[in-house]
Nanobody, 126 residues
Framework: QVQLVESGGGLVQAGGSLRLSCAAS????????MAWFRESPGKEREFVAA???????YYEDSVKGRFTISRDNAKSTVFLQMNSLKIEDTAVYYC????????????????????WGQGTQVTVSS
């Protein structure tokens, strides 16, 4: 059975930090590309960051310099370290996996990701 399970969300004050984890089971972690997306109330789900099996990373402009994506292939886990959090980072964060070519124009395309987690809520307060 293929599963992605996110954890680490919560309530944090603006300027604070959180670390999200995505534990993968089954065939998902053999997927070349792992990514994080987020969905805020009233907004469409948007791309946040991606990482391939060799560790190359790509970020949405709004999180560059604040968020760091990493993966531990031995533990089948992907992480999203979020620093200097802003109120506008409030969203449900989803982990995704798929054989997505590591090209900026394609990494944003949700339909290319085969597997999705259930999401974890991140709330940033003032």
């Amino acid at each position: 059975q293929v599963q992605l399970v996110e954890s680490g969300g919560g309530l944090v004050q603006a300027g604070g930090s959180l670390r999200l984890s995505c534990a993968a089971s089954g065939r998902t972690f053999s997927s070349p590309t792992m990514a994080w997306f987020r969905e805020s109330p009233g907004k469409e789900r948007e791309f946040v960051a991606a990482i391939n099996r060799s560790g190359s990373t790509y970020y949405e402009d709004s999180v560059k310099g604040r968020f760091t994506i990493s993966r531990d292939n031995a533990k089948s886990t992907v992480f999203l370290q979020m620093n200097s959090l802003k109120i506008e980072d409030t969203a449900v964060y989803y982990c995704a996996a798929g054989s997505v070519p590591f090209l900026s124009g394609l990494l944003h395309s949700q339909e290319l990701y085969y597997y999705w987690g259930q999401g974890t809520q991140v709330t940033v307060s003032s």
